[in-house]
């Protein structure tokens, strides 16, 4: 179900829920943050993510589950929630909730998430210079970046904002050569 609409739909009001309780105690920012290790865990452990939204796994075996893996690593309120998540069988929905979490903090803080493809991994310098650039192009005050390597390239990046692409590969750039040089003839 991961990325469908339907599962937007229903992560959407608790993912605003959650925004709420978290701008009303300040810590908008410290649920982001827990809302990104619980992605990693997910990421890390699918078989994570198969035991939370196995309908045959009893909910007390979820909760016990869930307050073992997280321990005091997340904010209360976000245990709280999670907890409640179970209660209602929503817990099927945690990732989507998660990063529907991230989307509404992004827009709050005026950060894009770039997803950056590089032949081969960024030095610090090369990660500063994709941020800064991204920033130019977008306006934003802040980046978030996910890299991801594809030799592929052969040198260069691509980077994806939203549905923006901006191919500064040498592959991209070899394409679009014999592009001009076929329309040429």
């Given at each position: 179900m991961k990325g469908s609409l339907f599962s937007t739909e229903i992560a959407e009001p608790y993912a605003q829920a959650l925004m709420s309780l978290a701008e009303s105690h300040d810590i908008t920012r410290s649920i982001g943050e827990d809302c990104r290790t619980i992605l990693d865990l997910?990421?890390?452990?699918?078989?994570?993510?198969?035991?939370?939204s196995s309908p045959v796994i009893k909910d007390e075996d979820k909760r016990a589950v869930l307050?073992?893996?997280l321990g005091d690593d997340i904010h209360q309120y976000l245990r709280n929630f999670l907890m409640l998540l179970v209660d209602k069988r929503r817990i099927v929905f945690l990732e989507a909730i998660c990063e529907q979490y991230l989307a509404l903090l992004r827009k709050q803080t005026n950060t894009v998430l770039a997803e950056v493809t590089a032949s081969t991994e960024l030095s610090d310098g090369q990660?500063?210079?994709?941020?800064d650039k991204i920033k130019a192009?977008?306006?934003?005050?802040?980046?978030?970046?996910?890299?991801?390597?594809?030799?592929?390239l052969?040198?260069?990046?691509?980077?994806?904002?939203?549905?923006?692409?901006?191919?500064?590969s040498l592959r991209g750039q070899l394409r679009r050569i014999s592009v001009s040089l076929g329309g040429a003839s």
């Open positions: 997910l990421e890390e452990s699918p078989e994570l993510g198969q035991f939370i307050n073992r893996i990660r500063r210079a994709v941020i192009l977008t306006g934003a005050e802040a980046v978030e970046m996910k890299t991801d390597n594809d030799p592929d052969i040198g260069g990046v691509i980077i994806k904002v939203g549905s923006q692409v901006f191919d500064a």
